[in-house]
Nanobody
Framework: QVQLVESGGGSVQSGGSLRLSCTAS????????MGWFRQAPGKEREEVAR???????WHADSVKGRFTISSDNAKNTLYLQMNSLLPEDTAMYYC????????????????????WGQGTQVTVSS
């Protein structure tokens, strides 16, 4: 059974750092579009960052310069390094994967074949 399992969330003070991990089990991927999303209470889920097979990345303006997405294909693991965290970064963070494509298409996360993790909570206090 294919699963994405996130880890690394927690509670930190403003200005702190966390590194989220998302490990795929049951599948070894060699092409992908993978990304991180977050959802705060009462808000819609938003895409935070994405990366494709060639290592090309995109980060939302709200996290640019503070967060960095990366992938270790040998470990089947996606990362999100989060620095200079702010209270507004508080949310449940999810990873998602499209293993049918080498690139990230428009609204790639909306397809039925996308895999999602269960989420990891990040709480940033002021």
């Amino acid at each position: 059974q294919v699963q994405l399992v996130e880890s690394g969330g927690g509670s930190v003070q403003s200005g702190g750092s966390l590194r989220l991990s998302c490990t795929a089990s049951g599948y070894t991927y060699n092409k992908y579009c993978m990304g991180w999303f977050r959802q705060a209470p009462g808000k819609e889920r938003e895409e935070v960052a994405r990366i494709n097979t060639w290592g090309s990345t995109w980060h939302a303006d709200s996290v640019k310069g503070r967060f960095t997405i990366s992938s270790d294909n040998a470990k089947n693991t996606l990362y999100l390094q989060m620095n200079s965290l702010l209270p507004e970064d508080t949310a449940m963070y999810y990873c998602a994967a499209d293993w049918r494509s080498m690139y990230c298409s428009r609204s790639w996360w909306k397809y039925d074949h996308i895999y999602w993790g269960q989420g990891t909570q990040v709480t940033v206090s002021s």
